[in-house]
């Protein structure tokens, strides 16, 4: 089974952490194919870098089901473009936020979520509303540090989002609390061993349930809103990116 987990961000040494995040979870018989997009912004970081990344990985995508991929992972925790993608993909899309969101739900009633920067709170907000997390989403807190922090200071932003994990045990009464970063997912087990909380990664989660999906033999239904994208001529073409 080959598995296509795309960095939207152009930032390499991010995506080799997702890579070996992804590599270690995966199934015996399953391929990560790991990509980093081209030409987007070095991470992402509020609505604009998330238009920004968008045409490069559904090119990526297209590139990857023409190589074989049985399913993609959007390895980002904003979800970009997670519709389109599923539009112009055969196999299953995954994004982090939605897998881990759907395994926090299924093993806790009241969950909390640590990113980065402040600015990406009412992002994360909106996104646990419409996967139907409502209520059972207590808050999304965040470090305050940027996306690229996370690697360039790992020791500060470990010791920070312990500190959130905790007051999210300790104020929000988080049964578990999801990390809200793809450039976290390497923290996942030592926070929850440190913490004593249940610590959920959404690049775990999206790389199992992937193999899920291609497991029963799902994948994308073309009916309606996951239609093929009309052919059209002139304009921007999307696998042309």
């Known amino acids: 089974m ?15 952490q997702i890579g070996r995040a992804a590599r270690r979870v995966a199934s015996p018989g399953t391929k990560i194919d790991l990509v980093t997009a081209r030409a987007t912004p070095a ?5 604009a870098d998330e238009a920004l990344a968008v045409p490069a990985m559904l090119a990526a995508i297209r590139a990857a089901e023409a190589r074989g991929a049985a399913a993609h992972v959007i390895a980002c925790f ?16 995954l994004g982090l936020c939605q897998a881990a969101i759907s395994v926090a739900m299924t093993l806790s009633a009241r969950f909390s979520v640590v990113t980065t920067l402040p600015r990406s709170v009412p992002i994360i907000e909106d ?6 997390a409502g209520r059972r989403c207590r808050r ?17 932003a470990e010791r920070l989002i312990a500190a959130e994990i905790r007051a999210a045990r300790a104020q929000d009464g988080a049964e578990a609390v999801v990390l809200g970063c793809a450039g976290m997912a390497e923290l996942c087990e030592r926070l929850s061993q440190d913490t004593g909380v249940l610590v959920i990664d959404g690049v775990t989660a999206a790389v199992r349930q992937a193999e899920a999906l291609v497991g029963m ?15 059209k001529t002139g304009g921007f073409a999307p696998e042309a990116a």
């Open 2 to 16: 080959l598995i296509h987990v795309i960095n939207p961000n152009s930032t390499a040494a991010m995506t080799d």
């Open 43 to 47: 991470s992402i970081e509020g609505y």
């Open 78 to 93: 904003d979800d970009p473009g997670l519709d389109a993608a599923r539009e112009v993909a055969a196999g299953p899309v």
């Open 127 to 132: 996104l646990a509303d419409a996967y139907g």
């Open 140 to 156: 999304v807190r965040a470090i305050d540090l940027p996306v690229l922090a996370l690697d360039e200071d790992p020791v500060c």
């Open 217 to 231: 033999g799902y994948r994308t239904s073309k009916l309606g809103g996951y239609a093929w994208p009309r052919v």
